[in-house]
């Protein structure tokens, strides 16, 4: 880009300048590729090692789609499947409902308290996610102690302190990207539709909501993403419980298996897939 | 003309009272839930172990009264501790350092390239971002295993097998590897916007390409260097899954540290694990907005 912009100035430029310029290119661009293989090539190698026939999957000695089979059979891991789905699902609902009603309201009022509220809300972005996850079980902890002794119910932590953690944890990306989609809005839509008799329930189902939900979907797709990948804050919040993650973990600590790269090349996939639909919404925007 | 307005004014406060009812009604009802879950959920948790940091620990490593100072004393005389801080810190700015140097040239080739492709590579940084940390930390175990793809390179090439998993040398690689993406897009967002025709200009008035660089590119993109820097370097201190299946048993982070005063330590200590992760928090805040005052001066 800095050559193309000024082409008269090369006729003048001495040959080895010239020469030097095209090989620092060069450079920069083999290693930006070797950057590119460097990211991209564990992943290629874990989906290959995914098929082989080798028992330890280490060596590529023949081609099987048998570990994808016996997923199937894994009790643990098809609940496990479905415990994290179940999560991602409400977690992502509900925090979506949360965090666009949020963002609304930061986009669309001036009140006191206001900073406070955007600091709260970008608090949980930056902090530690460790420090999230170890606050939120000694919350826990914390709260059935008190719930014991006051009414002596006894909880324990299970999928509703996950989901409830996911949830704290979601808003704020919910609230940041539909932010953003309400940040270019043209308010003399929402004008003009009142100035044509539609009442404020109206405005905003029939004007705002269609043209921010672009927005709201692409926060649901994150929330879906991080409840789905979140590790930390599970492993936390709801020990004992058994999620996809978590079971993937403690796997992968006993042995590497082609198992185990078979669930992860699936995961990979689902990962991939979410981002294509975020970024397919995004364009239509 | 006072007069006149009197009487109109009355209504009309009236009005506008009730206008401002309905407002606050409805800035409630939306603002509302979202805030007490974040205060009951987030802000609370939080409270609850800066009260636990100052309680004594059972038995059983529960928190238990009476208040004491004594968890931050050991904090800050105890080497264990004091030696944790400083590796994790160390291996936080190795790794930032190392995604600095990696990213800045890769945004800049992203951004360099025709229009066409750019939208492909810049989608090509993105997938690993979105894609699942435990899976790509993962697969770094997969290669670097003893019988692995490149201990069987190694051997090819005619060297004795080497143990490359559980080192420094593997939890640094996974931490490069999990935490690129985070510097290259607020880099990609920082240097998109920074006007190319400006280092014609210094090289018109002198200045040679490195000259052009340090002195107007790196100090006007700085805002994404210092975003990219906060994002790669949090959670790398943080950290506590690459350092435990990469680095064994071996290699200890911070997180690692505080998983296990929380949870595997015979007996845990949920106090002691409560002050650590406050003054990490806090050591990160101060050093992260002193960092982001620097920096943007220097933008100045």
């Known amino acids: ?285 | 003309m006072a007069i006149q307005s009197a009487p109109l004014n009355e209504p009309n406060r009236e009005l506008e009272r009730s206008l401002q009812r309905k407002q606050r009604t409805q800035l409630g009802g939306l603002l509302g839930p979202g805030l007490f879950w974040l205060i009951a959920f987030f802000a609370l948790p939080l409270a609850v172990i800066v009260i636990y940091s100052f309680m004594t620990p059972g038995s059983t490593g529960r928190p238990e009264l009476p208040f004491t100072l004594s968890n931050y004393g050991r904090l800050f005389t105890e080497k264990l501790f004091v030696n944790a801080y400083i590796r994790s810190l160390w291996m936080g700015f190795v790794t930032t350092l190392l995604c600095l140097l990696i990213g800045y040239p890769l945004a800049l080739f992203v951004i360099q390239a025709p229009p066409r492709w750019r939208t492909v590579l810049l989608f090509l940084v993105l997938i690993p971002f979105w894609t699942n940390f435990l899976v790509r930390t993962y697969a770094w175990m997969v290669i670097l295993q003893n019988n692995g793809l490149l201990n069987d390179l190694i051997n090819w090439l005619g060297f004795p097998r080497q143990t490359l998993l559980n080192t420094d040398g593997a939890v640094l690689t996974g931490l490069i590897y999990g935490q690129l993406p985070f510097m290259v897009l607020p880099l990609y967002a920082s240097i998109e916007r920074f006007d190319f025709t400006l280092m014609e200009a210094a090289s018109d008035l002198g200045a040679d390409k490195r000259q052009a660089f340090l002195r107007i590119m790196l100090p006007l993109t700085m805002p994404g260097v210092a975003a990219g820097s906060v994002l790669v370097f949090i959670p790398t201190v943080g950290q506590f899954v690459v350092s435990d299946l990469l680095g064994g048993a071996k290699v200890d982070l911070l997180g690692n540290l505080l998983q296990r005063l929380f949870q595997r330590s015979n007996p845990p200590n949920w106090p002691l694990g409560s002050a650590m992760a406050l003054i990490f928090m806090l050591v990160l805040t101060v050093g992260v907005i002193f960092y982001f005052r620097n920096t943007t001066e220097q933008n100045r």
């Open chain 1, 1 to 285: 880009m800095i050559e193309t912009a000024s082409p008269p100035r090369t006729a003048a430029t001495p040959l080895v300048v010239q020469r030097r310029r095209s090989i620092a290119a060069n450079l920069h661009a083999a290693f930006s590729i070797a950057a590119y293989v460097f990211l991209y090539a564990p992943i290629l190698i874990l989906v290959l090692f995914s098929f082989t026939t080798d028992a330890f999957g280490a060596r590529l000695t023949g081609f099987t789609f048998n570990w994808y089979a016996q997923l199937l059979d894994d009790k643990r891991l098809v609940s496990a499947t479905l415990n994290t789905l179940q999560v991602g699902i409400v977690s992502t609902i509900v925090s979506t409902a949360l965090g666009t009603t949020m963002a609304l309201a930061m986009e669309r009022f001036r009140f006191r308290g206001r900073t406070g509220v955007d600091a709260l809300l970008y608090l949980p972005v930056v902090i530690p996610e460790i420090v999230m996850a170890l606050s939120l079980l000694a919350f826990f902890a914390f709260a059935f102690q008190i719930l014991e002794g006051l009414f002596n119910i006894s909880l324990r932590n299970g999928l509703a302190t996950v989901i409830i953690s996911h949830i704290a944890f979601s808003i704020s990306f919910v609230v940041i990207v539909v932010r953003a989609s309400l940040q270019g809005f043209d308010r003399r839509l929402e004008e003009a539709a009142q100035d044509l008799g539609a009442n404020e329930w109206q405005t905003f189902w029939r004007v705002t909501f269609p043209i921010i939900l672009p927005g709201i979907i692409g926060g649901a797709l994150l929330a879906f993403t991080i409840s789905l990948d979140d590790f930390v804050i599970s492993f936390f919040t709801g020990p004992g419980v058994n999620l996809l993650p978590i079971e993937v973990y403690s796997q992968v600590k006993r042995s590497i298996t082609p198992k185990i790269n078979a669930i992860s090349t699936l995961m990979l996939l689902v990962s991939m897939t979410l981002v294509l639909l975020s970024q397919a919404v995004q364009r239509k925007r």
